[in-house]
C-alpha cells in the first residue's frame, strides 16, 4: 500500500464510513449489540457449546489477526439478496455472508455446511438434511429448520416470495418444510439424481423472519447470513465491505476485514494489484501474466474453471449435417497450439462435453489429434468439398474469443477444400439467436461457451446437445436415450450412460471441441491462496503469506 | 430584449432539445441489439415465462405506446409501463425507471454518479484553463521563439493523443512505477467533504480534501489534456489576432506599460470566445468522460452508462443519457448566459 497518501479503506476508517459515503445501506441492524457475543472465546449466544460440528470454536485467548482483503472482481453485485441474481460476481460475494446447507470442497467435492447429515427419504420423494446445532445469524439469533425450509420455498415458490431466478437451479425440487427445529424435508417431483449437486451449489440460507420484516428492497440492500464474514457497509456499484464474524460455527476467518471492488478494465485491475491497492484481481489477461509474475506485488495463480468453450455445428444445416464433415473440422484444428499460444498455456484441451472434474467424464475419450490430411479426406468423403463457411463469434465475452475463433478459422481455411472467416458478432444479438427455441434461428457454425457450476455433465450435455435442450445445436436419438437413462437412474447406472454420452459426443462431434476455459487471478504476495475450480473466490481459505 | 426573456426562450429551445435527445434514446433501444428479457432470464427457461416478462417489461406493447409512456413518465414522472421483475410493482418515482438488473431506483443511481462525473469535468476543465492560458499568453508573446515552438509542440501532441492511451501511461509511469498517485477509484467525493464540514469534522473534512485531489489528479490530467491544447492553440491565435489590432498600437503610443496593455487589455478581450469554447467544452466533458472513467474506474456517469449497455439494462441507459443531455443543455444556457453578460456588444437575441 502506497505510504505518500490516504488510501481509500485508510481514509474510511480515519473519516468515518457513515460521513463519507453517500449511499451506504448500513450495517446488520437490531441484534448486533444485544446478543453480548462480540468475544473470541467461541460462546454461543443460546448457551449451547455444541463445538460447531468439527469441534473447532475458537481457542480461548487466541488473538485473530488484524488482516484486510480487497477483492476486485469486473462488475460489483447487482445486490444483496443472495435469491435474486445469477451472475458470478454476485455470488462471490454472497458466499461469505450466506452458507448453503451442504456446500463443496476445493476439488468439487460436496461437504457438509448449515446440514451435518443429508439423505433421500425412503419410499418418498423426498431428501432430508439435518441441521448443525448451534449455528447464528449475524443478528443473533438461532438457525432453525424453518429458516431453512423457507428459503427453498422463496426460491422455487413464488408465492412465497417473488419469482427468483434460481428457480431452475434447484430445478426438481418442489417445497420444503420443517417437521423439527434441526430437520428439513425437501420435496421432490420425481427420482432427481442431482438433488444433493444442486444443494451443494445454489441455494443459501436466509432468516425467515428477518426475511419477513423487511421489504425486498431493504433485502436487496443489507446482509444477514450465517457466514464467517458480516456486512458493514454497502455502497451500490462502488464497495461491500464485511468484517469478520468472530461467532461463526466454525473457526474465525484469519481475514478481518473484507472489501470488494470492480474495476471492469482489466489492466486497471492489474495496475491496483501491482500498487498494492487490491489483493485479488479476477481474469488476468494473458498479455498481462509476465508482468504480474515479474513484480514484487503478486503473482498469478489459475484453475481450471467449471466453462467449456465449444463451437457448434448446427446438425440441419449442410455441411455441419455431415458427420464426416463435423469431423473433418475437429481434425483441421492444431487445438493444442491454440491453448498454448492463444491462451498462453491458460486452458485445457476437450474432447467431449463433459469436463475433466464433471460427474459423467469419460477418461478414455481424448481430444482430437490435428491431422489436417485426414481433415481434408474427410472433407472430400463428405461430399462438401470447395464449401464457404463462417464462424461466428462474440468479442471480449471469453478469454481469447475472438482470437481463438480465428485460430480455428485460419487452421480451417488452410484445408485446401474448405474456405472459412470469422464473423464477429455482439454478444446480446448472437444470445438473441441462440436463445428462440428454434434451432433454424442460430447461426450454422458459432462459437460459445458454457458454465455449470453443479459439476454435471449431464446439465451440459441436456442443455446444449438434447433434442429439446435450451442451447441445442443438435439431435440424436441414441444420445437421448442415454440421457433419460442417466436421468432416471443413480449410481453406477447413471455414470456408465453418461460417459457412454460422452464417447457417442465425441464420435459424431456435433461441436469443435475447444478448451476448458480457465479462471486467471492476480494474487497479492500478502496473501496465501489457492484459486478454485468452480470460481469461488473464497476469502475464508485465505491466509497471510 | 430582456435577461428574463432570452432565459425563458433558451430554455424553451432546451426543452426541445431535450424532447429529440429523449426520442433519439428510444429509437436506440428499439433498433439496438439484445433482448433485456434474455438478460434477466436463465436461458433455460421456458417461451411463456419469456413472454410474460417481455410484457411485464412492456414490450409487447405497440412502439407509440411504448414512445408515449417513455416520454410521459420523464417528463410527469408518472409509471413508465415497466415493471419491477423483483417486486412485480410498476416503476414510479421520478420518472426515468427502475433498473432491470438491480432492481432500484435510475434517478437515485444516475444522481449519486452525477457529482463523480461532475468533479471530474469541472477538474480537467480547471487543469486546462490554469495551463492552457499562460501557455497561450507566452506562446503568443513570443512569437516564433522556443517557448513558442513548445507550445505549439505541446498542443500538437495534446490534440492528437488519444486519452485512454494517456490514461494508462500516466498510471504505469506515475502511478505504479513512481508511485506518486492512486492507480484509480475516487476514496472520496465532494460530497462528502462537504458533509464532514457540516458536521463539524474540519481535520477529516481538510484530508477528505487532500484525498480527492489526490484521486483525481490522473483522470483530471487525462480528461484534460485534448481540452487544454485546444485552449492553449485559441489563447495563442485569439491573442496574435488582438495584438495586431489599432487600440494596442494606441495604447503604446499613449505610453501604456507592455504588460498592461498584454494582460489588462488584449488578454481581457481574447478570453471571450475562450469562454464559449470553455463552456461548450465542459458540456462535452460531462458526456465525453466516459473513456476516462473506465480507466480509472471512476464512478462516474461513464461507467454507469457503460455497465448499463453491457447488460441491456435500458432504463438505465437511458436515464444516463438524458441527464447527460439535460447537462449538456443546461450548461449551454448558462455559458450564454453568461457570454452576453461578460460581453455587453452581444444582446440577448
Not at chain 1, 378 to 400: M, Q
Not at chain 1, 517 to 534: K, L, T
Not at chain 2, 10 to 29: C, D, E, K
Not at chain 2, 56 to 81: K, R, T
Amino acid at each position: 500500500m502506497p505510504e505518500n497518501g490516504t488510501n481509500r479503506r485508510g481514509f474510511l476508517k480515519y473519516a468515518g464510513g457513515a460521513a463519507v459515503t453517500a449511499s451506504l445501506a448500513g450495517c446488520l441492524g437490531g441484534g448486533d449489540g444485544g446478543d453480548g457475543t462480540d468475544t473470541p472465546e467461541g460462546t454461543d449466544t443460546d448457551g449451547t457449546d455444541d463445538g460447531g460440528g468439527d469441534g473447532t470454536d475458537t481457542d480461548d485467548d487466541m488473538e485473530l489477526p488484524d488482516f484486510p482483503v480487497t477483492i476486485t472482481q469486473g462488475n460489483m453485485p447487482s445486490g444483496l439478496d443472495p435469491h435474486d441474481h445469477r451472475e458470478t460476481p454476485t455470488d462471490v460475494v454472497m458466499l461469505h455472508v450466506y452458507e448453503g446447507l451442504i456446500t463443496r470442497d476445493a476439488a468439487g467435492a460436496v461437504q457438509p455446511a448449515l446440514a451435518t447429515d443429508w439423505s433421500r427419504v425412503e419410499g418418498e420423494e423426498a431428501a432430508q438434511f439435518q441441521l448443525r446445532e448451534g449455528v447464528t445469524f449475524h443478528n443473533g439469533d438461532t438457525l432453525v429448520g424453518e429458516d431453512a425450509a423457507h428459503s427453498i420455498n422463496r426460491i422455487v415458490d413464488e408465492e412465497v416470495g417473488f419469482a427468483s431466478p434460481q428457480s431452475d437451479q434447484l430445478a426438481g425440487v418442489t417445497g420444503a418444510s420443517a417437521p423439527d427445529e434441526t430437520t428439513v424435508q425437501v420435496t421432490l417431483d420425481g427420482l432427481n439424481p442431482i438433488v444433493f449437486s444442486e444443494f451443494a451449489t445454489y441455494c443459501d440460507i436466509m432468516q425467515r423472519s428477518w426475511v419477513e420484516d423487511r421489504s425486498k428492497s431493504e433485502i436487496g440492500q443489507t446482509m444477514n447470513g450465517t457466514g464467517p464474514f458480516k456486512l458493514d457497509s454497502y455502497t451500490q456499484d462502488e464497495q461491500v465491505v464485511m468484517t469478520r464474524y468472530e461467532d461463526y460455527w466454525d473457526d474465525p476467518a484469519e481475514v478481518s476485514e473484507l472489501t470488494f471492488t470492480s474495476a471492469a478494465e482489466s489492466s486497471t485491475r492489474v495496475n491496483q494489484l501491482l500498487q498494492g491497492e487490491t489483493d485479488i484481481i479476477v481474469n488476468v489477461p494473458p498479455q498481462e501474466v509476465n508482468r504480474v509474475n515479474n513484480s514484487d506485488a503478486g503473482s498469478v495463480a489459475a484453475a481450471p474453471s467449471t466453462r467449456i468453450i465449444y463451437n457448434a455445428m448446427r446438425y440441419d444445416v449442410e455441411p455441419f449435417s455431415s458427420k464426416q464433415f463435423r469431423q473433418a473440422m475437429n481434425y483441421a484444428i492444431d487445438l493444442e497450439s491454440i491453448v498454448s499460444n492463444v491462451l498462453g498455456g491458460f486452458g485445457t484441451q476437450t474432447g467431449q462435453p463433459t469436463l475433466p472434474e464433471f460427474v459423467g467424464h469419460n477418461d478414455d475419450v481424448g481430444p482430437y489429434s490435428y491431422d489436417p490430411d485426414e481433415a481434408e479426406r474427410l472433407v472430400d468423403e463428405s461430399g462438401h468439398a470447395g464449401v464457404e463457411i463462417e464462424l461466428n463469434t462474440p468479442v471480449g465475452r471469453y478469454l481469447k474469443d475472438l482470437e481463438i475463433a480465428q485460430a480455428v478459422a485460419g487452421y480451417i481455411d488452410e484445408l485446401p477444400n474448405v474456405s472459412a472467416s470469422v464473423n464477429q458478432r455482439d454478444f446480446g444479438s448472437l444470445v438473441d439467436e441462440l436463445l428462440t427455441g428454434n434451432i433454424e434461428d442460430k447461426p450454422p457454425w458459432y462459437l460459445i461457451g458454457w458454465g455449470e457450476a453443479t459439476f454435471e455433465g449431464a446439465l451440459v450435455m441436456t442443455a446444449l446437445l438434447s433434442t429439446d435442450g435450451a442451447l441445442t445445436s443438435w439431435s440424436n436419438d441414441e444420445f437421448d436415450s442415454l440421457l433419460e437413462t442417466a436421468a432416471n437412474s443413480t449410481g453406477e447406472e447413471r455414470i456408465a450412460a453418461l460417459e457412454e454420452a460422452n464417447a457417442l459426443a465425441n464420435e459424431e462431434a456435433p461441436w469443435i471441441f475447444l478448451n476448458q476455459q480457465y479462471s486467471v487471478y492476480g494474487v497479492s504476495s500478502r496473501v496465501s491462496w489457492e484459486p478454485r475450480s468452480d470460481e469461488r473466490i473464497d476469502a475464508y481459505a485465505m491466509s497471510q503469506a | 430584449m430582456s435577461l428574463a426573456r432570452f432565459l425563458i426562450k433558451r430554455l424553451l429551445q432546451g426543452v426541445f432539445v431535450v424532447w429529440g435527445v429523449v426520442t433519439i434514446v428510444f429509437g436506440l433501444r428499439v433498433i439496438a441489439p439484445g433482448d433485456p428479457a434474455n438478460v434477466l432470464l436463465p436461458p433455460d427457461v421456458g417461451p411463456e415465462v419469456r413472454q410474460q416478462v417481455i410484457a411485464d417489461l412492456g414490450l409487447d406493447q405497440p412502439l407509440y405506446v411504448q414512445y408515449w409512456e417513455f416520454v410521459s413518465g420523464i417528463a410527469l414522472g408518472v409509471p413508465e409501463g415497466l415493471f419491477n421483475i423483483a417486486t412485480g410493482q410498476p416503476v414510479g418515482g421520478l420518472g426515468l425507471g427502475t433498473s432491470l438488473t438491480t432492481g432500484t431506483s435510475v434517478a437515485s443511481r444516475v444522481g449519486r454518479s452525477l457529482p463523480a462525473t461532475l468533479e471530474l469535468a469541472i477538474m480537467a476543465t480547471v487543469v486546462a484553463v490554469v495551463i492552457a492560458i499562460p501557455l497561450g499568453v507566452i506562446s503568443a508573446t513570443n512569437r516564433y521563439s522556443v517557448p513558442d515552438y513548445g507550445a505549439t509542440l505541446f498542443s500538437l501532441a495534446g490534440i492528437s493523443t488519444p486519452n485512454f492511451w494517456l490514461g494508462v501511461m500516466l498510471i504505469i509511469v506515475l502511478a505504479v512505477q513512481l508511485d506518486l498517485f492512486p492507480t484509480s477509484q475516487r476514496a472520496i467525493g465532494i460530497p462528502g467533504v462537504v458533509d464532514l464540514l457540516v458536521s463539524g469534522q474540519l481535520v477529516a473534512a481538510a484530508e477528505g480534501f487532500r484525498t480527492w485531489l489526490w484521486y483525481i489528479t490522473l483522470p483530471a490530467i487525462t480528461l484534460g489534456t485534448y481540452f487544454t491544447a485546444l485552449i492553449t492553440r485559441l489563447t495563442r491565435s485569439g491573442m496574435l489576432d488582438e495584438l495586431g489590432k489599432t487600440y494596442v498600437r494606441a495604447s503604446r503610443a499613449k505610453g501604456l506599460p507592455d504588460a498592461l496593455v498584454r494582460y489588462k487589455h488584449v488578454l481581457r478581450n481574447t478570453l471571450i470566445p475562450i469562454i464559449t469554447v470553455v463552456g461548450l467544452q465542459l458540456g462535452t466533458l460531462i458526456g465525453g468522460a466516459v473513456i476516462t472513467e473506465f480507466v480509472f474506474d471512476w464512478p462516474g456517469l461513464g461507467q454507469v452508462l457503460i455497465n448499463s449497455i453491457n447488460s441491456r439494462d435500458w432504463p438505465m441507459v437511458q436515464g444516463s443519457l438524458i441527464v447527460i443531455a439535460v447537462g449538456f443543455v443546461v450548461v449551454n444556457i448558462v455559458v450564454d448566459t453568461l457570454y452576453t453578460l461578460v460581453n455587453p456588444r452581444v444582446g440577448f437575441d
